[in-house]
């Protein structure tokens, strides 16, 4: 019986202590390591921690674990982008309808959570056990100084984009297991934006705010504590320039001037703050025979410009127990189906992600990009059954990844005729719009049985006011 099998999760960052939780609920025996001292016992500056953005495929993953409405508490709803220009000019694009909304959250905060949700659910937390070695064949974890070894059923390796668990697999299986990290030629700083002298927001709370800028740019989610978490995304070349407070004040006076004032610290912050990378982790296979399986991160670590890191994190999670559950609790069956069933997903996420780059720092503020965006929501108002568009899709329904990006391919084919003959959104001929709609798209839509409504959970949030 499964249930009596010893489960080891190598990684008590957000996806191995969600799935921890999970699987202790359904009755497993589950032991989580995690190579650093326990994050709660830090006084560390939860406000100044990373902010990620969670979605229709997180929030599902959190209602798995019976943890939604613990975890939204800690969330503030987002209903679209804020656009700031170089003159300091706003501009408001709403995400989607008023039925769809995503949740900013500190990422510390949600790690936190979720290990005392662990340690209620009665996982086994072993903090300081860094991972050094696997023998897969006896089936047994080593760990840096220390002389316990664990023996485990099965293994879940979720410690993230510099996995172990995945080193170990290349090591010692390189013909089966091959691993890519593309980093992206452009790093991130943590800023920050603080609340005014009574505690209030600065600037709308409830929006993502970016200040686009071409090769960079720099993005602000808000805190719960009138705050907000700033980054900025820059190429390395750019940012090796910016070494003296001098050189800052002439980036900031002259692409973020609006932000001067909001953030009295953003010079020390910029030279004293970490520059963190980001990339792309690609590994060819997730799975070692029955036992050993990758999630999150460690599979799959995407650059975070979709916001779906996590979140797909989250969506392994919910693919491995739903295939569990159609497979009677059968693990050998469930190990191989999952890895087919979601590494197409994860691959059209990674893909989208780094299209996203482009968008965000570079075309958010261009006329015919917003013009494209006019377009796509008059056809998502008049067409709601047949077009939704990939953002939405990706960001409020749990429709596949990778369907999403297929549709995504098709409405560009639509959206692309009809910007061709427009210079405004009145001009656009809705007749036109309908015959392409039902030639190009809606045969897929059937032959795929898709359904565009947005996902309950995040009606729901709506429902009870969250937003
Ligand atoms: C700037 C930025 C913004 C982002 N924004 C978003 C967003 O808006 N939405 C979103 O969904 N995602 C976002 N992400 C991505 C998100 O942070 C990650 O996808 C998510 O943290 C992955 O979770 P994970 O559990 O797989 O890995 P991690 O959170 O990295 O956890 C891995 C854990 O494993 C531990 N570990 C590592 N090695 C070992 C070892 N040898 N032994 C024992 N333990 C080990 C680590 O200490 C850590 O606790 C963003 C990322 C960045 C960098």
Redesign the pocket.
């Known amino acids: 019986m499964f249930s009596k099998s010893k489960i080891g999760i190598?990684?008590?960052?957000?996806?191995?202590s969600l799935w921890a939780v999970i699987l202790k609920r359904r009755g497993y025996d589950v032991t989580l390591?995690?190579?650093?001292s326990d994050i709660r016992k830090h006084s560390s500056d939860e406000a100044r921690s990373?902010n990620?953005?969670?979605t229709s495929r997180?929030l599902n993953g959190l209602a798995e674990a019976q943890l939604l409405d613990e975890a939204i508490s800690l969330c503030v709803p987002i209903h679209g982008r804020m656009i700031h220009s170089r003159s300091g000019e706003l501009q408001y694009q709403p995400y989607g309808n008023s039925d769809e909304c995503n949740f900013s959250i500190s990422?510390s905060a949600l790690n936190r959570f979720l290990i005392s949700s662990a340690e209620k659910a009665g996982v086994k937390i072993q903090f300081d056990?860094?991972?050094e070695d696997i023998n897969f064949e006896s089936k047994t974890l080593h760990f840096f100084q220390k002389s316990q070894t664990f023996q485990y059923d099965y293994l879940f390796g979720?410690?993230?984009?510099?996995?172990?668990v995945r080193k170990n697999l290349c090591a010692k299986y390189p013909d089966k297991f091959l691993e890519r990290t593309d980093w992206l030629d452009a790093d991130?700083k943590e800023l920050f934006l603080p609340a005014n002298h009574l505690g209030q927001y600065q600037v709308e709370k409830n929006a993502l705010h970016i200040w686009p800028r071409g090769s960079h740019m720099m993005m602000a989610l808000a805190n719960l504590d009138g705050s907000f978490t700033v980054?900025m995304y820059m190429p390395q070349n750019k940012f090796s320039e910016l070494q003296s407070s001098h050189e800052i004040d002439q980036l900031f006076s002259q692409d973020f001037s609006d932000a001067i004032a909001l953030m009295p610290d953003y010079a020390s912050d910029f030279i004293s703050n970490p520059q963190?990378k980001?990339g792309t982790v690609r590994c060819s296979k997730w799975t070692f025979e029955d036992s050993v399986i990758l999630?999150?991160?460690?599979a799959h670590?995407i650059v975070?410009f979709f916001?779906?890191?996590?979140?797909s994190?989250f969506e392994d999670c919910l693919n491995f127990l739903k295939i569990l559950n159609e497979n009677q609790n059968d693990f050998s069956k469930t190990v191989t189906n999952f890895e087919f069933v979601q590494k197409p997903n994860a691959e059209a996420i990674a893909d989208m992600a780094l299209e996203n780059w482009i968008e965000m720092r570079d075309k958010v503020g261009d006329p015919k990009f917003l013009l494209r965006k006019k377009i796509e929501a008059l056809l998502e108002k008049e067409f709601p059954d047949i077009y939704k568009s990939r953002y939405a899709m990706v960001t409020y329904t749990l429709i596949p990844y990778y369907i999403t990006q297929r549709v995504g391919l098709i409405q560009d084919k639509i959206l692309n005729s009809l910007i061709s003959e427009v210079s405004s959104v009145e001009e656009v001929s809705l007749e036109k719009a309908k015959h392409l709609l039902h030639l190009e798209l809606v045969p897929f839509i059937k032959s795929h049985n898709l359904n565009f409504d947005t996902d309950t959970l995040v009606s729901k949030m709506k429902a009870r006011n969250f937003f």
């Open positions: 190598v990684g008590a960052g957000l996806v191995g390591f995690e190579k650093r990373i990620l953005i969670i997180g990422r056990y860094l991972l979720t410690d993230g984009t510099g996995s172990l991130y980054t963190g980001l999630m999150g991160d460690a670590g975070p916001g779906q890191g996590m979140n994190g």
